[in-house]
């Protein structure tokens, strides 16, 4: 599977959006991008995810560049409950071991007041 | 209402006493795997199972045994355990199709002195 890279740590005020960015310059066709995030030490819990079109549902957005190099996560109106650590994750819908996902370290969201 | 139940959510014990992990989901999934986090090391797969009685092998199964006898459970079991075992384990299901995302249980801080 490609590999992901996220920055770190990122902030955002409550009630703006939060734009997530992720690298995943290596992808391949049968990739999709997946996102989930984790909140303090609770199971990671699923977003979205997509191949080549942009996605939408009632958590988030998700912008994938026309090359599939790059995507945003959009969280529209953040809130504090929203901070967490957010995993970018790139699976090959070929790949053999079992449906596994391979999370790096993500980006720590923190939302503010 | 649809999730992963593992149980206990803390457990404290000892240097070789067996101890085992349950894991029941209640969405009739086929697909189960235990993961285990460390800081620094992100969530690393221990076991999976593509359906019942078909158990094989993640990224860090030494010193771990699971079986799956039941559709719903999947149970993670430390035969002796050891201090480097002191982990926080999460359980997760999905169907098996390639598309659909991972459900996480809540997590198991385990702790081994």
């Known amino acids: 599977d490609a590999k992901t890279t996220q920055p770190p740590s990122m902030d955002c005020a409550e009630g703006r959006a939060a734009n997530l960015p992720c690298n995943h310059s290596?992808?391949?066709?049968?990739?999709?991008v997946y996102w989930y995030r984790q909140i303090h030490s609770q199971g990671p819990q699923y977003i979205i995810h997509?191949?080549?079109n942009n996605e939408t549902n009632e958590m988030a957005s998700l912008i994938i560049t026309e090359d599939r190099k790059s995507s945003t996560l959009i969280l529209p109106h953040a809130t504090l409950r929203d901070t967490a650590v957010y995993y970018c994750i790139v699976r090959s819908i070929l790949t053999g071991g079992g449906n596994k996902l391979t999370f790096g370290t993500g980006t720590q969201l923190k939302v503010e007041l | 209402e649809a999730q992963v139940t593992q149980n206990p959510r803390y457990l404290i014990t000892v240097t070789g006493k067996k101890l085992t992990v349950t894991c029941s989901q209640n969405m009739n999934h086929e697909y189960m795997s235990w993961y285990r986090q460390d800081p620094g090391l992100g969530l690393r797969q221990i076991y999976y199972s593509m359906n019942v009685e078909v158990t094989d092998k993640g990224d860090v199964p030494e010193g771990y045994k699971v079986s799956r006898k039941e559709k719903r459970n999947f149970p993670l079991i430390l035969e002796s355990p050891s201090p480097n075992q002191t982990s926080l384990y999460f359980c997760?299901?999905?169907?098996?199709?390639?598309?659909?995302?991972?459900?996480f249980g809540n997590g198991t801080r385990l702790t081994v002195t």
């Open positions: 997509g191949l080549k």
């Open positions: 290596t992808i391949s066709g049968n990739e999709y």
């Open positions: 997760a299901s999905k169907r098996n199709s390639y598309n659909s995302p991972l459900h």
